[in-house]
């Protein structure tokens, strides 16, 4: 757990050194290149690893940065896992890295004559990839001619999944520098289960295999 922090803040602590590496001044007449950055730490899953009481937990941050005023390029790092115990006492557990890079677009055009606003409604788009160890254990196999069961156990398996995400959020500041914000995210695999393969039950920074995945997160961030 004490690595999983570190990593996790030393990904935020790289966001703030590169802020620092790329405050040259723009062109007369010229959007800068890189500007409003801002770090975020997903507190809604605190909640839900307590919920879930360790069948499924994640811990996730990212940084954000304005292009050219124009579009925000994003980036989100976490490391997640599962450790799940089905009726049949079969257990599926999986645990990795995981990350997504995409873009969001700020949907709320401000009035010629308005002040800039630093709140923000968003859509946009991700392409998330987890690399990420899994195992199974205590499988009942069912022979239906021979009418036999047996359990068997899978070895661990390292293995990368890939998907796409859609979403749409807001974020308010509520104090200087300081935002709140939420995120509704439609998670697609790209790429399906093979048949008859043994596939994880859990996808860190995905979720559940085999479906479409909906999710909600909540986010504390720092504006520099």
Known sequence: MLKLYCSIIAFLLWAVMLVGQTTTKPE??????????????????????????????????????????????????????????????????????????????????????ALPSRNYFLAGLRLGMSGYNYELSNVLLVD??????????????????????????????????VYLGWTVRLRNMIGGAKPGAINAWYVPGYGRTGQSVWTVNYSVGYRF
């Open 28 to 113: 007369v007449g010229k959007a800068p290149l890189f500007a409003d950055w801002r770090v975020e730490l997903d507190v809604a899953n605190l909640l839900t690893n307590a919920l879930y009481k360790g069948e499924r937990y994640a811990y996730e941050g990212s940084v954000q940065t304005l292009v050219r005023n124009k579009f925000f390029a994003v980036g989100e790092l976490g490391y997640g896992g599962s450790e799940k115990l089905n009726l049949d006492n079969a257990k599926m557990t999986s645990s990795g890295m995981y990350g997504r890079l995409g873009i969001d677009f700020n949907l709320m055009k401000p009035k010629p004559d």
């Open 144 to 177: 239906d001619y021979w009418e036999e069961a047996r359990l068997r156990s899978y070895p661990q398996k390292y293995t990368v999944s890939t998907w796409f995400e859609v979403l749409a959020s807001a974020r308010v500041e509520v104090f200087s520098n």
